[in-house]
């Protein structure tokens, strides 16, 4: 997936002006598109963690394991344990990242789509937990968990997390470009060969689960402490399998090749989401459902016609524009010289 | 003292033996040819020898060390590597990158930038610098063999093995991969080539191994081989005439 458009630096500057007009423009429209806004920071962070996987060809479809994990982590930690919230929300995450290690021990040792299955047969799992009469003192079981209030002052909520978002961002460009970057992507197309040169595609693979972990774990604390104040167990992905598959719509339709997709589809899709969904809970109690279908029939439409997303078929369009110019400019030399003559 | 030893190796897939009892021995700086008749067991030998498969039975070491069990990435930091019969590049890298990451993750663990530059002199060497920064896609298949043995290279691989090199190429084309293969052998990297065809190995290796439905039939000089009555009869003996 090569979508190169300009150099690195190039693309951190657009992609922090593009979250910075995400910021600043809902600050001006109001409280609700600044909570629109926020939800658009986490689950760009959430995708991110998403793609990283599928990048290293892994498809996870239990990443709302490790979403639900940093959210109770992050409220555990601050109402069973009196940590600073502010602390809370990057050590929480940590329980992600232990998972994730976990998880990914096994799914290295897995081929293809038993990723997919083993990942999802986890977030069952992770509900029983959440709802289970042991873990009720720290669960508050299926009533859910009510947090502390996050101790910014509530304008900064926002920044806070545009902040968090630029961060992850850059986490993922750095793991591109150094050495491990190469290898992730010689492990996505081709384990074998991989395994050819030297690269152990199954400490790579854990590693990477690791730190998806921990972004995902990340994204679900962030959910609770700047949004929602409040942890319910069908964060889990479970029974609403909700909460595993925006990311996956979120990076597949934007083109989750590279983060800027990601982005795209991520500002593009996740106003689109609230909007549909609100407009359909007017209509029926299962509207939520019905803009999965929504979406899932969007992610076909975009698929056939871009298989890349959206940003893999503005990439090559450009790239095809260039190669078009300098055939032209190929063309005008060429032709010089021939009235030359 | 050999640089490889495979001894007894047998490989099953379900009632199919694939290898049935396979020695080789490769000392260090030969070039030695295997060849055989389709569904010899040519390329499983170089899958079990990489570790793509571990062997049912049989004993593999290399440098000295047993590998018969070790995982293919540590048999590639210890000076293994391979090209494939269909060429397998990392689609999404550059060509150099593609170059660059065999160098950062054989047999040495080198930065980025010290590996893009072993990777540029060395596409240099298998004349493919002029497409260091195309896709894999775009590339021919003379091209894509130059850059798999750019990639062994770039590994700084002390055995290579080379299955099939020459599938799908005459002409010139076929005459500038062997002549690269046979500059990385001047420059001291021990190669075993897998051949279907005699002809090509015929003026490049020193020995040549016959293999036939799992095992070993012959052994010896391009001369003593392809005079062998055995081999004669059950292989070449069909397909001398044709060469």
Excluded: C
């Amino acid at each position: 997936m090569k979508l190169d458009l300009g150099s690195t630096f190039i693309r951190a500057i657009a992609v922090a002006v593009v979250l910075a007009i995400v910021a600043a423009a809902s600050t001006i429209m109001g409280t609700y598109p600044t909570l629109i806004a926020i939800t658009i920071m986490v689950f760009f962070v959430y995708s991110l963690s998403w793609s990283l996987l599928a990048n290293t060809g892994m498809v996870s479809l239990g990443q709302a394991l490790f979403f639900a994990l940093g959210a109770y982590a992050y409220g555990i930690f601050a109402i069973s344990y009196g940590m600073n919230p502010i602390a809370a929300l990057f050590v929480g995450p940590v329980m992600g990242a232990l998972a994730g290690l976990a998880v990914g021990f096994i799914s290295a040792r897995l081929r293809d789509w038993y990723v997919g299955i083993f990942t999802f047969a986890l977030t069952p799992a992770g509900y029983a937990l959440a709802v289970s009469s042991q873990l009720q003192p720290w669960t508050a079981g299926a009533v859910g968990l009510a947090t502390p209030r996050f101790p910014l002052g509530s304008s900064l909520w926002l920044p806070f997390a545009t902040v968090l978002a630029f961060a992850a961002y850059l986490v993922i460009m750095i793991i591109k470009k150094r050495r491990i970057g190469y290898a992730l992507s010689a492990i996505n197309n081709d384990e074998t060969a991989a395994g050819t040169v030297g690269i152990n595609a199954r400490l790579y693979k854990t590693i990477v689960f690791g730190i998806s972990g921990y972004m995902a774990a990340l994204a679900g604390a962030m959910f609770v402490a700047l949004y929602t104040s409040y942890i319910a167990p069908d964060y889990f992905g479970y029974p609403d399998i909700s909460y595993s598959v925006w990311p996956i719509f979120y990076s597949m339709i934007g083109g989750m090749g590279s983060p800027e997709g990601v982005l795209l589809g991520t500002v593009l899709l996740d106003p689109l989401e609230t909007a549909i969904r609100s407009w359909l809970s007017g209509i029926s109690v299962v509207g939520g459902n019905l803009a999965l279908v929504i979406f899932g029939l969007l992610l076909v439409v975009v698929l056939l016609k871009a298989p890349k997303g959206i940003y893999g078929y503005v990439a090559k369009y450009v790239e095809s524009r260039k190669a078009r110019a300098r055939r032209a400019a190929e063309a005008g030399t060429k032709a010089e010289v021939s009235t030359g003559q | 003292m050999s640089m490889l030893e495979v001894s007894g190796v047998v490989k099953r897939f379900g009632g199919l033996t694939a290898l049935n009892g396979v020695e080789l021995s490769v000392r260090g700086g030969e070039l030695v040819g295997i060849i055989g008749p389709n569904g010899a067991g040519k390329t499983t030998l170089v899958n079990v020898v990489m570790g793509v498969y571990y062997p049912d039975s049989g004993r593999i070491t290399f440098d000295g060390h047993d590998i018969t069990r070790m995982p293919p990435h540590r048999r590639a930091k210890m000076g293994l590597s391979r090209t494939y019969q269909v060429p397998r590049p990392f689609n999404d890298l550059k060509v150099i990158d593609n170059v660059a990451v065999a160098a950062m993750y054989g047999s040495k663990d080198l930065p980025v930038g010290e590996a893009r530059e072993i990777a540029e002199n060395l596409l240099r060497r298998v004349r493919l610098a002029e497409r260091a920064e195309d896709y894999p896609e775009s590339l021919s298949v003379v091209e894509l063999r130059k850059l798999e043995l750019a990639r062994a290279l770039a590994q700084e691989a002390k055995l290579v093995f080379l299955d099939e090199v020459s599938a799908g190429l005459v002409g010139e084309d076929l005459r500038e991969v062997l002549s690269v293969v046979r500059e990385l052998h001047e420059g001291g990297m021990t190669i075993v080539m897998i051949e279907h065809v005699m002809k090509v190995i015929f003026n490049l290796a020193e020995r040549i191994v016959v293999m036939m439905n799992g095992q070993k039939l012959a052994e010896g000089t391009p001369s003593e081989v392809s005079s062998d009555a055995r081999v004669v009869e059950s292989y070449l003996g069909r397909r001398w005439s044709e060469v």
